[in-house]
């Protein structure tokens, strides 16, 4: 534990933290909880409980916001507690997705088989996700090698990151993964429809997002987290970690959208090479920058957006080629549309820039988000319509 500890905080002095080795082996209790309940939401995911796994989601974060509200008040940073906590959090959250799987509790005489090169498949799957997953541990700690506060700040930026990603685009593979898989072939017309309007979702939805979080990072990082020891040069530094981070959100979003084409056809090993090769990419890349006497966070952040750009080239072309090249315009029409808009509004209100932050300011960001549904419309309507005929079928 300390390997890994010192791995993902380099400048952390383990004898400050109380209860870290009981609280270590805590967490991984809490993963093999999170294991089981991967298992669950996949289950209720291809049944059509899409709902459950989200409010099970929430109900964990509540659990984990009262302890940082109430318990740490009490007991104060003490990792033994929260471990506990995280563990209890993880048993309610599992509880609540097995409200709808009381079926698959009862004693059944069929006997589950897998087709040939099964194994192998799940060995690259899980290889090629923990690759995925481990790519920001790997750049947080590079970013932390810039001194006390580094490990902080791209901490808060990378959970800026992965507001949307959870909120508006995490939804696209759950929903696609399902159709795409049962058409299987990737030569099926119906099968390309499909991933495109996949694509052009997560594109839209990838790009508006980036541009929101651009266009208005410091006064965004203001609001969520300038208060208590985040101090005003603090907000600066994570505001501008959040625009350089955010250049790589619609390509993770694409990336997302054509591993879930590749995936629904067997072709983990795919997936798995481009992650690796996105990797080694995204670290040479960062190398490079070091070289050159850039900055060692700017060099980070820049390695971190290489990897989701490497990612989505790759998975774009094994999947579709260069043939639907030509689509991509189209694609850009609605995030151009509402990043002129946008741009407008930080334009002729200069407040909205500064991180002085007022009311009808946070409404206009809200007018501008919902704008972005609007914009979308037509491909919203085109995803319910391309469930129900697949539903139908």
């Given at each position: 534990?300390?390997?890994?500890?010192?791995?993902?905080?380099?400048?952390?002095?383990?004898?400050?933290?109380?209860?870290?080795?009981?609280?270590?082996?805590?967490?991984?209790?809490?993963?093999?909880?999170?294991?089981?309940?991967?298992?669950?939401?996949?289950?209720?995911?291809?049944?059509?409980?899409?709902?459950?796994?989200?409010?099970?989601?929430?109900?964990?974060?509540?659990?984990?916001?009262?302890?940082?509200?109430?318990?740490?008040?009490?007991?104060?940073?003490?990792?033994?507690?929260?471990?506990?906590?995280?563990?209890?959090?993880?048993?309610?959250?599992?509880?609540?997705?097995?409200?709808?799987?009381?079926?698959?509790?009862?004693?059944?005489?069929?006997?589950?088989?897998?087709?040939?090169?099964?194994?192998?498949?799940?060995?690259?799957?899980?290889?090629?996700?923990?690759?995925?997953?481990?790519?920001?541990?790997?750049?947080?700690?590079?970013?932390?090698?810039?001194?006390?506060?580094?490990?902080?700040?791209?901490?808060?930026?990378?959970?800026?990151?992965?507001?949307?990603?959870?909120?508006?685009?995490?939804?696209?593979?759950?929903?696609?993964?399902?159709?795409?898989?049962?058409?299987?072939?990737?030569?099926?017309?119906?099968?390309?429809?499909?991933?495109?309007?996949?694509?052009?979702?997560?594109?839209?939805?990838?790009?508006?997002?980036?541009?929101?979080?651009?266009?208005?990072?410091?006064?965004?990082?203001?609001?969520?987290?300038?208060?208590?020891?985040?101090?005003?040069?603090?907000?600066?530094?994570?505001?501008?970690?959040?625009?350089?981070m955010i250049i790589g959100l619609p390509f993770q979003a694409m990336f997302q959208a054509l591993a879930a084409g590749l995936n629904a056809t067997g072709r983990t090993r795919v997936v798995l090479f481009i992650a690796v090769g996105a990797v080694v990419g995204s670290i040479a890349a960062f190398g490079l920058f070091k070289a050159m006497d850039f900055d060692p966070k700017l060099a980070a952040m820049l390695g971190f957006?290489?990897?989701?750009?490497?990612?989505?080239?790759?998975?774009?072309?094994?999947?579709?080629?260069?043939?639907?090249?030509?689509?991509?315009?189209?694609?850009?029409?609605?995030?151009?549309?509402?990043?002129?808009?946008?741009?407008?509004?930080?334009?002729?209100?200069?407040?909205?820039?500064?991180?002085?932050?007022?009311?009808?300011?946070?409404?206009?960001?809200t007018i501008l988000t919902l704008l972005l549904l609007f914009m979308m419309r037509s491909l919203i309507k085109k995803l319910a319509t391309l469930r129900d005929t697949a539903q139908k079928d």
């Open positions: 534990q300390n390997a890994v500890v010192s791995f993902t905080a380099p400048n952390l002095d383990l004898n400050t933290v109380p209860g870290l080795s009981a609280g270590y082996t805590f967490t991984l209790i809490a993963v093999l909880i999170a294991a089981v309940i991967g298992v669950a939401s996949a289950y209720l995911n291809v049944t059509g409980y899409y709902s459950l796994p989200a409010v099970s989601v929430l109900l964990f974060n509540g659990v984990i916001i009262l302890y940082f509200g109430f318990g740490v008040p009490v007991f104060g940073v003490n990792l033994i507690v929260f471990g506990c906590v995280l563990i209890g959090a993880n048993l309610l959250r599992f509880a609540v997705q097995m409200s709808r799987m009381t079926e698959v509790l009862r004693k059944v005489d069929v006997v589950a088989s897998f087709p040939s090169g099964f194994v192998l498949r799940f060995a690259q799957g899980v290889f090629a996700f923990s690759l995925i997953v481990a790519m920001p541990i790997v750049f947080r700690s590079l970013y932390a090698t810039a001194g006390p506060g580094a490990l902080a700040e791209f901490n808060y930026a990378l959970r800026l990151f992965e507001l949307p990603m959870g909120v508006l685009i995490s939804v696209i593979p759950i929903l696609f993964l399902p159709l795409l898989s049962r058409i299987g072939d990737a030569d099926d017309p119906a099968f390309k429809e499909a991933l495109l309007l996949a694509l052009q979702l997560a594109l839209g939805l990838g790009l508006i997002a980036a541009l929101m979080l651009g266009l208005f990072a410091l006064p965004i990082v203001t609001v969520l987290f300038g208060y208590g020891a985040l101090a005003e040069d603090g907000v600066l530094d994570v505001s501008v970690a959040v625009q350089i957006v290489v990897f989701h750009v490497l990612a989505f080239v790759s998975a774009f072309w094994m999947t579709l080629g260069s043939s639907v090249v030509r689509l991509l315009p189209a694609m850009l029409l609605p995030a151009i549309q509402i990043s002129v808009l946008a741009g407008l509004c930080a334009w002729l209100n200069p407040w909205l820039r500064d991180g002085n932050v007022r009311v009808w300011e946070v409404g206009v960001i």
